[in-house]
């Protein structure tokens, strides 16, 4: 008797080992995940003297403003690259730029938590975020599924609803990167498709204009990102155009 228990024993081991293998599924995808885009983290190294500038910006100038941009390297370089287009934009509004370069949905979000938006009123933020979530670690796997970009941008745009409730959301798809075609544009196009679910028509609003950053080729022009990332001054003209009539809607002029 003792020995036909062992065996039963021994060999339902075995079948949920089989199951396992047959799965491919390694023993720590047993264990819940838990999405790190949705995990407010501060910054470190050198890049913490731009955090801080930005929270100090916020501080220091509360009040009322028509558009405030909010994202990473590519919403930090309108001071930058842009900076010609940033003062045009400069003369027609009252704006204020919270980008940090490198910065991701978490970060972003932590930025939230040291009150970055709390004295700030602007009339629409215009929001891009998700790109440095979206590339793979050295040893060529993901930190971040699609979906977990999804919910950290998501959670941002529910924040600015919840910690700005009178600001009009202008969420832009994640701009398409890479010289060429490759894994990691699609991966954005894809998670863009479902960001533009998001638009109510009221309060969120989405805008797509990636693919004027494309050639026929599918190549993106040195003359427009010279990195295929960041966009140079030709490049954030194109930002400025694409975006102008849909701020003109959302601040109310005629």
Do not use: C
Request: glycine content about 10%; hydrophobic content about 40%; overall charge neutral.
């Amino acid at each position: 008797m003792k020995n036909q228990i062992l065996l039963v024993v021994a060999l339902t081991v075995a079948i949920q080992f089989n199951s396992l293998a047959q799965t491919n599924a390694p023993m720590d995808a047993l264990v819940t995940h838990k999405n790190l885009a949705i995990i407010p983290v501060p910054r470190t190294g050198g890049i913490t003297n731009r955090q801080t500038l930005v929270l100090q910006r916020a501080k220091e100038n509360p009040g009322d403003y028509d558009i405030e941009f909010i994202g990473d390297s590519i919403t930090q370089g309108w001071e930058s690259a842009g900076k010609n287009v940033w003062k045009d934009i400069g003369d027609k509004y009252k704006i204020i730029n919270f980008g940090v370069s490198g910065d991701r949905t978490e970060h972003v979000l932590w930025r939230f938590e040291q009150g970055q938006l709390d004295g700030i009123k602007a009339k629409v933020a215009v929001v891009m975020i998700g790109t440095n979530n979206s590339g793979k670690n050295k040893d060529g796997t993901d930190t971040y599924s699609d979906a977990d970009i999804l919910e950290g941008v998501t959670t941002i745009v529910n924040q600015i609803r919840t910690r700005q409730p009178d600001t009009k959301v202008l969420l832009l798809g994640i701009f398409p990167r890479g010289r060429g075609f490759n894994p990691q544009r699609g991966r954005l196009l894809e998670i863009n498709q479902v960001l533009a679910k998001l638009d109510d028509g009221k309060n969120i609003f989405y805008l797509d204009f990636g693919s004027q950053y494309v050639e026929k080729d599918g190549s993106i022009s040195r003359s427009i990102m010279p990195d295929a990332l960041h966009p140079n001054e030709a490049g954030y003209k194109i930002w400025a155009s694409a975006i102008a009539p849909k701020l003109k809607e959302l601040l109310g002029e005629k």
